[in-house]
Structures are given as C-alpha cells and as structure tokens.
C-alpha cells in the first residue's frame, strides 16, 4: 500500500500503574484506512488495552507508563488529548448498558452533538437521519428499559456514527447479544464500512461469528505480543488459533477430525468461501464412521415446572405456560432472544421471584413455601451480572462467604476454597482484590463462589460470557465432571457451541413461552426454531450441506459424539 | 422493599401546562413555591392553594396518582401539628403579641393565636405539595436537565441530575437482586434477627451495591468522555424547546404573583404576617 | 486548594449516580434504632464516602439531588429547608476529599479519626445550625422544637455516617492497588 497508514505502533510497550510487569510488549502494527481488522487473544491478553491506547483512555484515564510511539493520521498521540481523538476514532464499548446515557434513544444519539454545542434544530435533524440507518427511528423516544440488548447495540453504533470519525473501534461488540441480534450486527458494522469505507477494528472472542463476513486482517494478541497477522484464510488453516487456546470455527474442527488437511487454499476463512471439493469425500466417509450413542436419561425427575405463568409489573406477561422436566444428572441449556425471559426463569427457580400461576416441583414436591435461603441449600445460581454477587473485596473471602455462613471449619474452607479456586484458573490471583480483575475473571469468581457449596442442582446464566476457549473448556468440564457425580446443570447461554457440546437437552424459549424442548443438534438444524428464538444455524449445518450429506441433524450429533469419544479417552 | 415502584408516573396527556416548556414549569414552580414559603398570610396562602389545584386540575392529574403522596403528607402535617404544640403552645402568642385563651388542657391554656398560626403553618406546608406535584407529574424527566441549565444551572450539575433520573431503576434493580443473592448465600434477612445483625446484613447489600456502582462510574465516564462531554463550557440540548407566548403568559402572571404575595406583606400587613387580633 | 473544587466527568457520574443510591437508601434502607420510632439513616453514611472520594462539589450535590428527589417522590415536593441542610452535611464531608489516604490504599488510626472529625463537624452544622435556622425564618417553628429535632438527628446522623462511612472506606482501601504491586504467583 502506497497510502501512509492510519494508525502505526512502533515499538509501543505499556505498563499499568499497579502491575509489576508491562501489558503490552514492542507492539509493531500499521493499519491503513478503510481497512477491517478483527484482534482476537485470550482473555487478559492485552485487547481492551491496545484498544484504550487508541481511543486516548489511556492515558488520559487509567494510569501507566508507556513507550515507543503511536501515531493517528501521522500524529503522535500523547501530544493529542481525549477531546482530539474523539475527533477521530469513535469507540463502542463491551458494556452497552454503560454506554447508554441518554434518558431515551434520541438524546443518547445527539450526545456527542449536545457536547459539540450543536443547535437543537440542527441536531434533530441529524439524529434523524442516523437513526434511521441503524434502523431505530421509530423508538427514539423508547428509555433504555423497554430496549433489547440489540436495540441498545445499535444506539450506541447511531451514536458514534453521528461525529463523523475514520475510525470506529469495537471492544466485544458480541458479547451478551442472542446469535441472530449477533449476526446482524457483525451485518451492521459491515455495512457500514462497505459504504462508508471508515478503518474498523473489532476486539472479539466470538471468531467464528466475526468471520461471517469478511475482514482483511486479523492479529492475534497473546500476554501483551503480537503473535500472527494474517488474513483469515491463512490464520484459520495455520495453528495459530490452537496454540494460543482460541476457539477455531466449528466447521474446521470437522474437517479436522475427518482427517483433512485444511490449508489456505481452501479459503477457510469463512464457511462462505469454503471449497469442499477435496473434502467432501473424506467428510461423507467420516460422518458414516462415527457412532451415535446417547444414552438416553431415565432417572427420576429433579426438578420441574407445571404451567408457570410470571409477570413483573402484573400487566406484561414475561413467562407464559411454561413447562418442563428435568431428570436428576441431566446436563440442559436454556437458550432464546435477548429478553426471552431465561434470566427471570432461574430467579423462579431459586424463589428470587414467586410466580404468578402453576407450580414448581423439587423431586415431585411443591416448593412453594420453601424460601430463598432453603432453596439455595439444593440449587445454586450464578447469576448473569458478576457485580450483583460480588459482595467481598478480596477473592478469597468472596468463595469462601458462603461456607462461612454454613459456619463450615476455618480449616475446612481453605481447603476447599483452593480447590475451585484451581478448577476456575484463579489459584494465581488468590491474594488479589477483585477490583484488578477483567470481566471474565471476575465472572469465574461468582462460579467459584457457588461450585464451593456442592449443591445438588446448579444453574449458571451465561457462564462463559467473556471467557476465552481455554478458561471456558477447563470451567466446562469440571462441570461435566460434577455432572457425572449426580449433580443436574443448567446452563442459559447465548453460546451455540456451548449447547451443542456439553448439554444433550435444550429448551428454547421465545417471547415468554417454551417452543422446543428437544436435543441441542435437533434445536439447531429446525429454521421455524432458529428464527422465533433468534438463534444461528451453526456452520456444521452448512458444512453437511457443502458435503453433499443429507441428514445435516444426525451429522451435527456424530460431531458432538465425536467430540466428546475424543475428551473421554 | 417495592421493586415495581416506579420513578415518577409521568402522565403523557396534552394539556396547556404539559405544552410549557419545561424551563417555564421549573421558573413557575420556583417563584410561586418561594411566594408561600415567604409569606404567613393565610389569605395568601388559601388563594395560592385554590390556584394549584384548580391547575392540577386542568393538568388532568388522577386522584390515585397523588394519594400515596397525600397520606404521606397528612401523617407529616399532623405529628408537626402536635408535637409543636406541645413543645411550644405560646408561639402563636408570641408571633401575634395578644392572648385569647378559650380553654385549658392539662394546665397548658389554648389560646386562638396558637391556633390561628399552627393552621396557617398547616397550610402553608401543604400549599407547596400541589405545586410540587404538578411540576413532577408534567415535566418529562428528559426536559428536566435542559431546563435546570436553562435557568442557569451549571450545565455539569444539571447533567448530574440527568444520572440519576437514569441509573435510579438500574440502582433500584441491582439493589433488589443483591439483595436476593445474598439471600441465597445463606444470610438471615428476617426482622427477627438482632439489631446488630440487620445492622450488619444491610452492610452486606450495601457494599456490593456501592462497588458495583464504582465499576459502573468508570465505565460510564469512559464512555462519556470518549464522547466529548465536558470538552466545552457550554453545550446544547436535544430536548430544549423555544419558548412560546404561552410560556412568556405563565412566566409573568407567576412574577406577578410573587409580586402581590411581597406586596401585600409590604404594604397591608407591614410584616410576613398576617395579623387578625389587631 | 482549587483542586478541592475541580470537577471532570467522573466527578459528574459519581454525583449522578451516587445521588441514585442515595435516594433508595434514604427511601429504604433505613436501620431501625433502638429508640423506638427512630432510625439511622444509611443514606448519610453513602454521601459521606462518595465525598470523601470525590470532594465536597460531589458530596453537597449528592445529598442535594439524592434527598431532594425522595422527598418529592414520597411527599410530591421537596421540603427545602432539610434538603439544604442535606446538601451543606454532604459538602462539608467533601473536606475530607484528599486528607487521606484512603486512595492509596490506607485507612487507619489518623485517617479514621480526621474522616470522622470531619463529618461530626458536618452533620452538627447542617442539623443543628442549618436545617432549625431555616425551619424558623420560613415556617416559624419554635425554637425548642427545631433545635431539640436538630439535635437528635445530628446525633443518630452523626452514628450513622460514622459507622457505615468509616467501614464502607476501610473495604475501599482494601481494593486499590499499590505502584507495581500485582504479578501473578
Ligand atoms: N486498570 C487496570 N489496572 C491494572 N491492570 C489492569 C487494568 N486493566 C487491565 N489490567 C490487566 O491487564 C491485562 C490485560 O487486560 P485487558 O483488559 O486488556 O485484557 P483483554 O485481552 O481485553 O481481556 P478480556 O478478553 O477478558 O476482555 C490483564 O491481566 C489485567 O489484569
Ligand atoms: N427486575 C425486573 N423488573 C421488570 N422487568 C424486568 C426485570 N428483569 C427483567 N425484566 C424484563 O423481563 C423480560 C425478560 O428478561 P430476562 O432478563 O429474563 O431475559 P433474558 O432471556 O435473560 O435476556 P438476555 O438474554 O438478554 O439475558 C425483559 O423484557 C426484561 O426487560
Ligand atoms: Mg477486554
Ligand atoms: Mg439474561
């Protein structure tokens, strides 16, 4: 490229004031304009901090030393300040309930115009107009309570978009969105750069998602270094992504495990561009080889909901109807669209929240009049958000709280609090306070916190948001080890791969009501499904297809099968 | 607590006074609210009561959207009433410089004075409640920033209030959820507990809600100066209206109100009072 | 001095939504004493910590806005010349902002004890002096009353902010990290 880049590292290191050891490490990096670039990394490798260097938060708000130089348009940015570079490069960030100020859509659109002493009339006008390119013009006098998450997404894109700058910067724009709003907005953003061309950098963990339309390049951040720059062809065919415990996509572990090798000519990058001509063969051959066995669960019922009915205000209904039976050691995903009611259903369980109509049963029995805390001696929930559990400020007394209030021995708890400690990847931060955690390590402490107390029944609202592969299978399969122990699971989550890997059951909710109930790869091959809950058919779907095998159900249930042959042995 | 209560019950109707822009409503409020407050005329007060009511009125406010507030009110009106009289029956004596006692309780005499001024206190207390509830009720909770900094309020301070009227439901929600979660953990809510144990368990709801919010300050401050607020000295509103004729209307028979109230004291009562005994 | 006073923007969102928390508390969360018919406001203890983190513009405000708004919520308008004694109580405990440690990770024996000086000194001026003085010059309540009214809530108020202030900073501390101080092992 003859265009001078738009953004150039040059041998930039970072320090954070509080840590011993830099964050990021000699980054070299040049990005020209109108290009796409996806960063990928394991959690705690260092993305949200290039992407804070680059928006000015650093160091205008978090303090540290830096060194070496980066430039934006060709100026160095510690000459800039925030204000400058807010000019420039535009920043959604992970948390949209954070970003979302404004009292209604409209005013959190013209924010940054209301700052920019924009004339009122002028404003409307402008607000007007973007809206209406994220598709929100009919809601701008919606608050952000009556909002899905998604309808939130696009605000705050509306709301960058509105100044103007040649940069927009996304930190985990996916995460906590349903599959489709998932989707639709990696469309979104897209879009955008196809018409506007405007330089886009995406922080994500969600590659398989980000990839489903194109990017030019993708670096890959592992403790603070820059370890591959590639286009994704290239990245997905190398073995970048396994080496630093990233998830590759779901249709190159098949292709794997059919024995093919996957090189860039392929064009594996995106299930799109795939070229199955090599690979079809050797697919069709695998897919007769592997055994189907589920051993079907025939144990008592542990716990389950007759004809529930729930509303929070007594006028919208949130849950209709619902019903369900879980056996004792089943291992079931609850999935459905932003807002579907999944959260509300655990806070029922627990007796959080009393319903309105119908009963829930524990082993058959009404507990109605069990309370909260009785409850919580059979069934933990980890809750969706990890600040509303968070009650201690260091780590370890926050595990340990709850044995404490079981008046369990001093000694007793150590012991056992080390040892979740272990299985949650945080024996390392035992002595740290939890404020110095990043999102995904604070949300393992709430697991932690509730895998201390044994209980017999575990509920985890979306467990692995934030969380990066390697963290995700470690948490994942002491789960499934507790499982076979006799423990029943419930997981609600966002993550299709979650549900198909490691729950044999899901049941799908939409708009209050349950519309399946059935095997996770049955739930992801049915269109009328996928679309009323919003979720994504996954790529293996696709990938029978390519192949030329026609039952696309019974091969996404060989892969899992497969899968978990592989982590048995 | 309530989960559900909602913030204000903000009625969407499309009366004249839902029409004035929300810096007029605040001026209104302000100078009538500062008019009672000011003066100890009865007649004054009684006038200005009739007035706002017959504005609550046209604002087509329900009587259930104020009666929680009117209970409230009334429990507050009558301890003072009682406790005032008994820790001073010659107030009013004092206030007014006569004594027409009619009667006598437990060697404490009454006297029309004392009772003349604990029921224009009375009402001057309630006086402000109508007002109060019509601004509240017709003001759209957007406008209420922009008019704050309207009438000259640092626009930082307005946009302050702005926060809360925002994060108040998200507070209120993590509150209650915290508050379950910690249940659940195995703590004792119930009254039956100790005084130093409740004392000690609503620590441990307020501690997580208070660090949540500092994460949630971090975050939203990044957000907010990643977005320019505060780079200038002044800035513009999405929802400031111009104001119109109506508006000028309200604003002057509002100064001209509070002019009268000064007057009346100035010129026929020569104090803040208003004196019968005389 | 000058920077007692400055404001950025997250001075404005502690305001903000410290005021939020101070509403439902104010609202709610109130410890019933052991004087029957009383309670301590945990309200106080809030406004006094966000001030003492923020400075006093953060901490009159938050007590201004966050007592001003419960009033009107519960009564349908605020009752001025408390919610003005509240902000006065909230800016005098922003005096505390930068006279201790606390940031640095150190609340102890003299952070403690200049903390609670500092907010005995606020809560006696806005109960005992502020919010009667007020009372007398609009509504001419008697004095006996107002001040013997004024009294009892500096002294709950001043228990109140004492105990859950001086704890709510004491586990702040704990969380900040020193220069340098975090390495995994
Ligand atoms: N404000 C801070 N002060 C000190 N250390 C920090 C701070 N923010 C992040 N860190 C540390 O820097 C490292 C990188 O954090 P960063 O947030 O950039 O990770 P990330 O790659 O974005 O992770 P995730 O995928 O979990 O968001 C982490 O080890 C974290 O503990
Ligand atoms: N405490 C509450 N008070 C009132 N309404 C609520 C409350 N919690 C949730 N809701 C509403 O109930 C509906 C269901 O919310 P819920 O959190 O159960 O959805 P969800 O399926 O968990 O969504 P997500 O996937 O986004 O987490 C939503 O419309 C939400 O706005
Ligand atoms: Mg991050
Ligand atoms: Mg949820």
Redesign the interface.
């Known amino acids: 490229m003859s265009e001078p880049a738009i953004i150039e590292f040059d041998h930039f290191t970072f320090q954070y ?5 830099p964050t990021l490490h000699d980054i070299n990096l040049k990005i020209y304009p109108g290009e796409k670039i996806l960063i990928v990394g394991p959690s705690g490798s260092g993305k949200s901090t290039l992407g804070h260097c680059l ?3 650093i160091p ?2 978090y303090r540290g030393e830096i060194q070496g130089s980066l430039k934006i348009q060709g100026l160095e940015t510690r000459d800039l300040d ?2 400058k570079l ?2 420039v490069v ?2 959604v ?1 992970q ?1 949209s ?3 979302f ?4 859509v ?2 959190d659109i ?11 009339a002028q ?2 006008e402008r ?1 007007a107009k973007v809206a209406q390119m994220v598709d929100m013009d009919s809601l701008l006098s919606s608050s ?2 009556e909002l899905s998450g998604g309808q939130k997404q696009r605000t705050s894109l509306a ?2 978009m509105i ?1 103007d700058v040649d940069i927009l910067l996304f930190d985990e724009p996916l995460a906590n969105l349903d599959p489709a709003t998932g989707k639709t907005a990696i469309e979104i953003i897209d879009d955008i750069h196809k018409r506007s061309h405007k330089t886009i950098l995406i922080i994500e963990h969600r590659l398989e998602d980000v990839l489903h339309r194109g990017v030019d390049r993708v670096i890959v951040i592992n403790d603070g270094h820059i370890i591959a720059d590639l286009n994704a062809h290239e990245l997905v065919s190398s073995a970048v992504l396994v080496d630093n415990g990233i998830r590759e996509p779901l249709y190159v572990t098949a292709l794997k495990y059919a024995g093919v090798k996957v090189t860039s000519e392929m064009k594996p990058g995106h299930i799109t561009t795939l070229s199955t001509e090599l690979s079809g063969h050797a697919l069709q051959l695998w897919h007769e080889k592997v055994k189907t066995a589920a051993p079907e669960n025939r144990n008592p019922s542990v716990l389950a909901m007759e004809n529930v009915s729930f509303s ?3 006028k919208r209904p949130v849950l209709q109807e619902i019903n369900f039976d879980i056996r004792e050691g089943e291992m079931v995903s609850v999935v459905g669209k932003n807002g579907a009611g999944k959260s509300t259903l655990s ?1 029922l369980l ?1 007796g ?1 929240e009393k319903e309105d109509r119908g009963r829930i049963l524990y082993r058959g029995e009404d507990i109605r009049d069990k ?3 009785e ?2 001696e059979i069934i ?2 980890v ?1 969706q ?1 990890p ?5 201690k ?2 780590i370890f007394d926050e595990v340990a ?2 044995l404490r ?2 008046q369990v021995p001093e000694e007793q708890i150590a012991e056992r609090v080390d040892k979740v400690l272990k299985v949650c990847g945080l024996a ?2 035992k002595s ?5 955690l990043s999102y995904g390590q604070k949300k393992r402490v709430t697991i932690a ?1 509730i895998l201390v107390l044994d209980p017999k029944i575990l509920i985890l609202d979306e467990p692995t948001a934030g969380q990066d592969f390697r963290h995700y299978t470690e948490i994942m399969e002491f789960l499934v080890e507790i499982n076979r122990m006799g423990v029943t699971v419930i997981l609600i989550t966002h993550d299709m791969h979650l549900m198909l890997e490691y729950t044999p059951r899901a049941i799908v909710l939409a708009g209050g009501r349950k519309i399946a109930d059935t095997a996770a790869s049955v739930v992801l091959t049915d269109a009328e499904v996928i679309r009323e809950a919003n979720l994504k058919e996954t790529s293996l779907f696709a990938l029978a297809q390519l192949a030329g095998i026609p039952e696309g159900t019974r091969f996404v249930q060989g892969f899992i099968d497969y899968e978990r042959g592989l982590k048995n042995r | 607590m309530n989960a559900k209560l909602k913030l204000f019950s903000y009625n969407m109707a499309d009366t004249f006074i839902h029409r004035l822009s929300g810096v007029t409503k605040l001026v209104c409020f302000l100078l009538l609210t500062f008019a009672v407050m000011f003066s100890y005329d009865i007649r004054v007060i009684l006038g200005m009561m009739v007035l706002s009511i017959i504005l609550m009125r046209m604002a087509q406010i329900r009587f259930s959207q104020i009666r929680l507030m009117l209970v409230y009110v009334l429990i507050f009106l009558l301890t003072n009433a009682i406790i005032s009289f008994f820790f001073s029956p010659e107030q009013g004596v004092k206030i007014y410089g006569t004594k027409h006692a009619f009667a006598e309780v437990w060697g404490i005499s009454l006297t029309w004075e004392q009772v003349f001024y604990q029921v224009t206190k009375f009402f001057k207390y309630a006086s402000v409640v109508p007002l109060g509830m019509i601004f509240l009720l017709t003001t759209n909770p957007s406008e209420f920033a922009s008019s704050l900094n309207g009438v000259g309020v640092n626009y930082k301070a307005a946009y302050a209030v702005a926060l809360t009227l925002r994060y108040f439901p998200d507070v209120q929600r993590d509150y209650h959820d915290i508050y379950l979660a910690q249940q659940a953990r195995g703590l004792e809510l119930s009254s039956k507990a100790k005084f130093f144990d409740r004392f000690k368990n609503s620590l441990l709801i307020v501690i997580p809600l208070i660090f949540s919010t500092l994460d949630r300050i971090e975050v939203i401050s990044n957000a907010m100066d990643l977005r320019g607020f505060s780079k200038s000295k002044t800035r513009t509103w999405y929802t400031s209206r111009k104001l119109s004729r109506q508006d000028v209307l309200a604003l002057v028979v509002s100064a001209v109100l509070l002019l009268f109230t000064v007057a009346v004291s100035v010129f026929i009562n020569r104090s803040r009072f208003y004196n019968p005994f005389i | 001095m000058k920077d007692l006073f400055k404001v950025n923007t997250k001075t404005i969102v502690a305001t903000g939504l410290g005021a939020a928390i101070f509403t439902l508390l104010f609202m709610f969360v109130k410890v019933p004493s052991p004087v029957p018919e009383t309670s301590f406001q945990t309200a106080y203890g809030v406004s006094a910590f966000f001030a003492t983190l923020f400075g006093p513009i953060a901490g009159a405000l938050i007590a201004f806005i966050g007592h001003a708004l419960s009033d009107a919520i519960q009564y349908g308008t605020p009752w001025w010349s408390w919610v003005i004694a509240s902000g006065v109580s909230g800016f005098i405990f922003g005096l505390a902002f930068k006279r201790t440690k606390v940031e640095e990770g150190e609340f102890k024996g003299k952070d403690i004890l200049t903390f609670n000086i500092i907010q005995i000194i606020g809560n006696a001026i806005a109960w005992v002096v502020v919010a009667p003085l007020l009372d007398i010059i609009i509504y001419q309540e008697p004095a006996s009353l107002v001040f013997t009214q004024g009294i009892t809530a500096a002294i709950m108020n001043i228990v109140s902010t004492g105990v859950i202030g001086t704890l709510l900073l004491i586990a702040y501390a704990a969380t900040r990290t020193k220069k340098g101080s975090l390495s995994k092992g």
Do not use: H
């Not at chain 1, 100020?101 to 209604?104: C, E, I």
């Not at chain 1, 013209?110 to 004339?119: G, H, K």
């Not at chain 1, 600040?387 to 009650?391: H, L, P, R, W, Y």
């Open positions: 004031y509080s840590q011993a050891e928006n000015g938060l205008f708000a925030i204000f807010s000019k535009g920043t960030l948390d309930d954070g970003q100020v404004g009292l209604t409209g005013e013209a924010f940054a115009l209301e700052n920019d002493n924009v004339p009122t404003m409307r607000v952000p309570f709301g960058v100044d929070y205000d007594g806070k627990c959080f309370s909260i805390k409850r919580a933990g929930l809750m958000n600040n509303q559990m968070i009650s400020p260091m709280l709850g209030m079981r390392p931060f740290w306070p939890i404020s110095a916190s």
